[in-house]
């Protein structure tokens, strides 16, 4: 047994599958019980046979039996093999010892089965008809996994070799010397049809065969086609993650040189508004220039947040709610913003202008969620946490479904027909400044988003300077 | 690639170990038999019942070789006692079949009890009993080697087939008992020496 074929075993359900063995080999033990009728109308046809002189009764007696010795066969090899591949046993044996335990399990089965309940059974038959169904079983299980698609096979092996038995020309083998199938070849010899029931066994003893052999070798094609597909479909993703992640890098290098640009304007705005502030030192000119030199400083610095993203600064809290406050679209009157803000909360070391980003994607998302209510609530609540600062985000929106909570965070994951990138984004701009975001939801009653910030104090414990470290020097082999 | 074909290997020899060991399949009788073609004459009287002995299929087979012969017959698998009436023979067709006993639903035992019962009324009414064997390349299985000494030894006649795993058996039976013995090479080569014995 291979190790992958170990780890599909025990990653589906043992113990179902081993249930499932013990059931199949009692239904198996059981069958002549079931089909007790079964068998004695085989009685019945032989006997019209040599009533009527017509041995067409005998082929159908004969199929009647192989079907039934067949499926019977079938269903104590499955339960047994299910048993076997699903205990240690397996694992501890080598191949053909594992290969020797299941032929002599399934034979002892069948002597018992014959034993307890007096139903005839053909060893040399069943015995020849294992070792090939184990055969392709070893071929079969380690490329499909799939024990519909091994029974499928193993019945029609062992119905090929139950037709053995019912010809006269294969006696001498010992094939056939149970009483049933030697009541159907002395019948045939008594009526002359002795050809016939020869002809008949090879006519469904070869073709039976090798339609196993067939549909094994389709089964093994298809499951390799299945796999290689599969590795395809993998492979096909990573290359577009790959240039998904490369398209991404490139436009953010434009933009990073645009905004570099942006710089050399905003250095003469300054020198210029310098001059007219020398030249008017009072009145409203000097009033204005002020403000330009305020709004050149704000916009200085968002630059620079942006081009140097691990540079950061400490700061009040509340200053990161006024600029947060300051950008958020509140026009929409469905909407209802509840901000609550503890007092004196501790600074925070933090790049302003990404964290704020940050908080406002998710805000965004918020805000653009559905709603069954008559309007949309949403709590801002920025409170005091162990060593840092929670901002809690809570909607009364639809929710997200619990199996869709891993996806957010994967880039292009959207349920609202946007980009799919705010979550993401947030969370690497969080983590990058040590911090931490988590969602939860639950579908109809809304979702709350926690992000924690470290204080300027504790920033170093969570790892940020080390972050720091270890994204300037990754940025610098980069470059 | 190797493991593969050894295991090729393996189940090629097993498979020829089992024709080798197995051909021939039955063991030779060692002594010389001396059997009979037919009776010279005949040892039986009709009207005749043909009964089974082990419940297998085998006695329609005597029973149809006896409607083809025209002998006066009843043809009656489970005969009893109370239907032995005004009868002046019975045909045994031996061969034990553990499914038709329990077609019939009855044990094995009982079917042991009902052929010594009708034994021992055809001892004690004088009836000719004549034993047929049919079975041939099973194995010697016990219960049928018990029911067919228990019938045989106590038969006025016995047929069998010849080269069967029961030869050797059904020619104790015959030496010990000095009861004729006809060994047929097929089936149907039945048809004489049940004749004989009534014509």
Redesign the interface.
């Known amino acids: 047994m291979t190790v992958s074929q170990r780890k599909i075993i025990e990653n589906i359900f043992p113990t179902t599958i081993a249930a499932g063995g013990v059931l199949l080999i009692i239904t198996g033990m059981l069958f002549p019980v079931f089909f007790?009728n079964t068998?004695?109308n085989?009685?019945m046809k032989?006997?019209e046979a040599?009533?009527t002189?017509d041995s067409g009764h005998l082929i159908l007696a004969s199929a009647s039996l192989n079907c039934l010795s067949s499926i019977q066969s079938t269903v104590l090899y499955m339960g047994t093999i299910l048993l076997i591949f699903n205990t240690e046993l397996s694992s501890r044996l080598k191949?053909?010892d594992v290969?020797l335990v299941s032929l002599v399990s399934i034979v002892f089965l069948h002597w018992m089965d014959s034993l307890i309940f007096?139903?005839?059974w053909e060893p040399?038959s069943t015995l020849?008809a294992l070792?090939?169904s184990l055969?392709l079983f070893e071929k079969l299980f380690v490329e499909t996994y799939n024990f519909v698609q091994v029974f499928i096979v193993t019945v029609q092996v062992f119905f090929a070799f139950q037709w053995l038995n019912i010809m006269p020309y294969f006696?001498?083998?010992?094939f056939?010397?149970?009483?049933?199938p030697?009541?159907v070849?002395?019948?045939g010899?008594?009526l002359?049809a002795d050809t016939v029931l020869n002809f008949t066994g090879f006519a469904f003893f070869i073709p039976f065969i090798i339609s196993a052999f067939i549909t094994a070798t389709l089964f093994i094609s298809y499951s390799r086609n299945l796999q290689m597909m599969k590795e395809n479909h993998i492979k096909e993703n990573e290359i577009r993650d790959m240039r998904a992640k490369a398209l991404e890098n490139r436009i953010y290098q434009e933009v990073k040189s645009l905004v570099h640009d942006l710089k050399t304007p905003l250095v003469t705005i300054r020198g210029l508004n310098s001059l007219t502030l020398s030249e008017n030192e009072n009145g409203k000119l000097a009033e204005y220039s002020e403000r330009i030199e305020n709004s050149v400083t704000k916009m200085s610095d968002m630059i620079s947040s942006f081009l140097y993203e691990y540079s950061r600064q400490k700061l009040k809290a509340s200053d990161l709610i006024s600029y947060i406050r300051a950008q958020l679209p509140l026009e929409d009157e469905k909407i209802r913003f509840s901000i609550n803000i503890e007092e004196d909360l501790p600074d925070i070391y933090i790049n302003k202008i990404r964290i704020a980003r940050a908080v406002i994607n998710v805000l965004e998302n918020a805000i653009v969620v559905p709603c069954k209510h008559s309007y949309k609530m949403i709590n801002f609540d920025m409170r005091r946490a162990e060593k840092g600062i929670n901002i809690i985000i809570k909607d009364n929106g639809i929710g997200i479904d619990e199996s869709n909570l891993t996806k957010i965070w994967e880039i292009g994951y959207s349920t609202n027909n946007t980009s799919g990138l705010g979550l993401p984004f947030a969370k690497r701009i969080i983590e990058d400044n040590a911090g931490t975001i988590e969602v939860v939801s639950q579908r109809d009653f809304g979702t709350t988003v926690t992000i924690f910030l470290p204080s300027a104090d504790n920033f170093e414990d969570y790892g940020g300077g080390e972050a720091i470290e270890n994204k300037q020097y990754a940025g610098n082999c980069n470059n | 690639m190797k493991r593969n074909v050894f295991r090729i290997v393996l189940i090629i020899i097993f498979a020829l170990l089992l024709v080798l060991v197995n051909m021939p399949y039955t063991k030779k009788v060692e002594k010389m038999v001396f059997t009979l073609p037919g009776l010279p004459r005949p040892i039986a009287e009709v009207p005749v019942v043909i009964t089974s002995a082990g419940q297998s299929t085998d006695t329609y087979i005597i029973n149809d070789i006896s409607n083809q012969l025209m002998i006066r017959s009843f043809f009656m698998p489970q005969a009893e006692v109370e239907h032995m009436e005004d009868m002046k023979s019975i045909v045994f067709a031996v061969g034990y079949s553990s499914l038709g006993l329990k077609l019939q639903g009855i044990s094995y035992e009982d079917e042991k009890t009902r052929i010594e019962k009708l034994i021992n009324m055809a001892k004690d009414n004088k009836l000719t009993i004549i034993t047929v064997v049919l079975g041939g390349e099973q194995p010697i299985d016990e219960r049928n080697e018990e029911i067919i000494r228990l019938v045989g030894a106590q038969s006025d006649y016995i047929i069998g087939l010849r080269g069967s795993s029961n030869e050797e058996l059904l020619a104790d039976l015959a030496e010990n008992g000095n009861i004729p013995l006809t060994l047929v090479r097929k089936v149907k080569d039945i048809s004489v020496p049940f004749a004989s014995a009534f014509r």
């Open positions: 007790q068998w004695f085989i009685i032989i006997r040599i009533t002189g191949p053909l290969f007096e139903i005839p040399v020849l070792i090939i055969f006696s001498p083998y010992l056939g010397r149970r009483d049933v030697y009541s070849k002395i019948s010899i008594y002359n």
